[in-house]
Each structure stands twice: as structure tokens, then as C-alpha cells.
């Protein structure tokens, strides 16, 4: 199949301009190694492995079946300090191309990253934190949209994506409710030169969610979906049926695990964006981003003709 090709992504290696996004609890590392095989940049929370050892042999365990580009994502502020430098330190031994940093500042992380010879990308959700990031080093920006999995910002990706790009240096990257082919040419048309899918691959055969989770995110529709503060303190998208109040789930249970906090929370509370209308069947990775492709192939053959005058 033919490439798909911008600066950021030529920058980075990739056959396809697509990242499938770090997801606490859920990213691992056949994810990351499917992704690279598929021509895709994988990443991960370095915290989805409990142990600073265990995610030494993750990326080890990486390293020896791909040679290809991947993330990994430091969480600045929800991270113990100690943890995150020896999470920072670890992938820079392992040449980890691209870390992702979140929840801070991430000057630090990325002079040192830099020095390395690695990239960094930083999320946001406004264009203030945005030009902060800019400033402390950040190679690209990714731009969290209303209605994204995770904690997501208010704006719409149509404002998003344009704006950030209108006053950034560095590349956008767009995130939020991408789900197809068409989404991703959409995005690409409004100035990102990489797309950041996180809800599509939950609902894939190598993700970590168990199958309730995945076939909730297949079947689901963008009411299933709320937007509230009440699980982390930190808005967030989450699937109304496993929200406390917010649906018919065993309440008791869902009530003690945001009393009890920590990844308890994200373990039976299920985060999850608007994408879930479209995120249609549980596949393996490879099939997913042929389906991308292919639909983006499509979007861009489909749009109505220029006609003179
Ligand atoms: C279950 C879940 C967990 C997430 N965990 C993280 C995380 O640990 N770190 C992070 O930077 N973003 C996290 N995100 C956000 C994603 O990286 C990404 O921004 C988002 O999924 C993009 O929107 P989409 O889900 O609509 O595709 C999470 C998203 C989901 C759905």
C-alpha cells in the first residue's frame, strides 16, 4: 500500500503518520511492536509497567523484535521524581526515538532527552500551555480535543488543530475522537502532520482492556460518553456506564474504587472519547491501519471536484 508521508512523520521513519496513543492501564508492549510492524509509531505510559526493572525488560523485550520507532510516555507530575529520571534514563539507554511527556513541565526531561538525540512531543489542551511547552523544548505539540479518551480539553478539533498551528513553531499533532481514514485526512487538511488515535485501539486484538471494555468502546455511541471532573479532578471522557451516578453500574463498587484512588479508578472506570461511534470491530492492529488507509485513500479520492469558473 502506498505511504503516507509529511515532514513530522518522514522525520520520524514512519510509513504512515498515524500514533496509537498512550493509554494508562491499557498500552503494552505487542501493541507497540504491532504498531511498528504496521508502519505506525506505538507508545506507552512507562507506568503501565509496575516496576522500574519490569519496564526494562519491556523495552528490552521490544528492542529485540523491532528496530523501528516507538514512544514512551513520561507522566511528569503523577510520576514519583525518582521514577520518572530512571524511566527517562532507561529509555535513553534503550535509544527510545520519541518521548512523550504529559501533566507538567517538561523542560528537564527534554534537555536531556535532547541530548540523547531523541524527540519530544507534549500534550495539551491550550494554546497558553502549548507555547509554554514550545518554549521549554518540546519538538512537536499534540492538541487534545474535545470529546478524546483521557483527559480532554473543551475545544473542538476543528478550532484545535488550525489555531495551535497558526501560532506554534513546531508541528500539531491532532488528537481526539479519530477513529477512520476520513478523520485522519480531515486532520491532516487543518495542519497536523500526525494523527494521535488512543478510543480506536482499545478496540484492538493486542490491547490490554478486557473484552466488556472493548466491545462497550465497538457498540458505543457519543451519549455513552461523559465529560466530568468527579473520577481524577481532572476532566476526563469516560463511558457513562461505568461512572458512579452516571449509569447502572454496580455503583457501590465503581463509589469505592474513586474513594480508594490510584489505578484502581481507571481499572473499573473506563475511559474512552466520542470515537466510539465510529471504532466499529475489535481487530488486530495491522487490519486496523490497512482499514485507515484505506478509508483515508477513499476521503481523499471522494472529495467533490474543483470545477472552473
Ligand atoms: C483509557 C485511556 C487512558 C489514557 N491514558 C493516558 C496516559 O496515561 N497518558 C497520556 O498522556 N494520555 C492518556 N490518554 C489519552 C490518549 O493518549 C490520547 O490523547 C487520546 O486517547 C486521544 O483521543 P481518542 O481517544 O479520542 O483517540 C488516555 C486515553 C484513554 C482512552
Redesign the pocket.
Known sequence: MARIRTPLSDRLGLRYPIVC???????NKEMIVACAEAGILG?M?S?NLRTREEFREALAWIRARTDRPFGI?L?IKLTDPERLMHDLETCLEFKVPVI?T??GNPSELARRAHAAGAIVFH?VIHLQHALKAQEAGADAI?G?AA??????GTTSPFVLVPYLREHLQVPVIA?????TGRQIASSLALGAELV?????F?ASTECG?EEAYKKAVIQGSPDDIVYTDAVSGVHA?FLKHTVPGQGPADRSQTQQAIQQGGARK?KEI??????IALARDIKPIGAIVEDLVREYVDARAGLPALEEG
Not at 21 to 27: T, V
Not at 270 to 275: E, L, R
Open positions: 496513543a498512550p493509554m494508562f492501564l491499557l498500552s507508545t505510559p507506568l510516555n507522566t512523550i504529559s501533566y500534550d499534540i487534545v470529546g478524546a479518551g483521557g483527559h480532554a488528537a481526539g475522537c479519530i477513529a494521535y488515535l488512543g478510543t480506536r482499545i482492556a471522557n481507571w473506563w475511559s474512552a472519547g466520542q470515537g
